[in-house]
């Protein structure tokens, strides 16, 4: 869905991660499973959390009229912020959804509703499953071991000329080669790729 006359152009990097008007926004208070990450069900067989919870989140943010504040930057120099989608809080109705944890390590605005969801099953808490933390620092931990010098994430330029970065916990990182040759290079940090011009990719719609 297009955004009205005058709105917002809003796109959706990943379940936590929106960008509003060219300004990428984290969104304060919740981590999601990441794109590529798959949790558990009760059953023992496993579901794709991260789609689901792209999905949810283009469905909260595209095509309505999205505000979010500035509460500083991050450690990568996004936007920490709280989004507003037609006056819902974006990272509320991601938790309450069972499909974003609350970052109780940064804050504490969305506890309750975490506790709620937790205690209704559904979502990530279905079944005892890997954090969103915890699957990106064991696929971080892998990378780092079989790549020049440490720095595991991959700035790949594709057949249009976009500089975009796919860390270790990225679906497309098995798939991506550097070829310094194209200008392609390798990261140590998603801070350092930023700076320098590359970026996340957008797993969302638009």
């Known amino acids: 869905m297009s955004p009205a006359a005058g709105a917002?152009?809003?796109?959706v990097i990943d379940g936590d991660?929106?960008?509003?008007?060219?300004v990428v926004h984290r969104i304060w208070g919740v981590?999601?499973?990441?794109?590529?990450?798959?949790?558990?069900?009760?059953?023992?067989?496993?579901?794709?959390?991260?789609?689901?919870a792209i999905k949810a989140m283009d469905g909260l943010v595209l095509g309505h009229e999205v505000t979010c504040d500035d509460r500083g930057p991050d450690a990568y120099g996004r936007t920490?912020?709280?989004?507003?989608?037609?006056?819902?809080?974006?990272?509320?109705?991601?938790?309450t959804a069972g499909l974003a944890w609350a970052f109780r390590k940064y804050a504490h605005d969305y506890d309750a509703a975490e506790d709620e969801?937790?205690?209704?099953?559904?979502?990530i808490w279905q079944a005892e499953t890997e954090t969103a933390w915890e699957y990106r620092q064991h696929r971080w931990d892998g990378a780092v071991q079989a790549v020049p010098g440490g720095c595991p994430i991959k700035g790949n330029v594709n057949a249009d000329g976009v500089r975009i970065y796919h860390a270790?916990?990225?679906?497309?990182?098995?798939?991506?080669?550097?070829d310094p040759a194209h200008g392609e290079r390798w990261f140590c940090s998603e801070g350092d790729a930023l700076k320098a011009?590359?970026?996340?990719?957008?797993?969302?719609g638009k």
């Open 8 to 11: 917002a152009a809003v796109r």
């Open 17 to 22: 991660t929106i960008e509003v008007d060219g």
């Open 31 to 52: 981590d999601a499973p990441e794109a590529g990450q798959k949790c558990r069900r009760a059953s023992g067989s496993e579901w794709a959390c991260g789609k689901a």
């Open 80 to 95: 920490l912020s709280v989004c507003m989608a037609d006056g819902l809080d974006v990272g509320r109705a991601m938790v």
């Open 117 to 123: 969801a937790h205690g209704r099953g559904v979502g």
């Open 168 to 178: 270790p916990w990225s679906p497309w990182y098995g798939r991506t080669s550097v």
């Open 197 to 204: 011009g590359w970026r996340a990719p957008y797993w969302g």
